[in-house]
């Protein structure tokens, strides 16, 4: 298996429904680290690192995201592997 690590910006109703839960709770189901955190500008803003099938699948269910939410959009870009032990939220930005 290969590692992998991505950055991902979700747009949509993606605060105040439980997102950053969510993608907490589905990142470390998965055994991927990294971080999550709210932007000022309304999006969700996310880097996970692991096997390239599980980074897969959690992009996958940020589609999805949780029952309240409605993701209009996602973009997602190579990130530099880092060095997170866990997977982490983060303070907004």
Known sequence: MSRTAVHVIVEGRVQGVGYRAFVEREARSRGLTGWVRNRSDGSVETVFAGEEED???????????????????????????????????????
């Not at 309240?68 to 190579?78: D, F, H, N, T, Y």
Request: glycine share 8%.
């Open 55 to 93: 980074v897969a699948s959690m992009i996958v269910a940020c589609h999805r995201g949780p029952r309240l939410s409605l993701v209009r959009g996602l973009r997602q870009e190579p990130h530099p592997a880092g060095d997170w032990k866990d997977f982490a939220v983060w303070p907004t930005v």
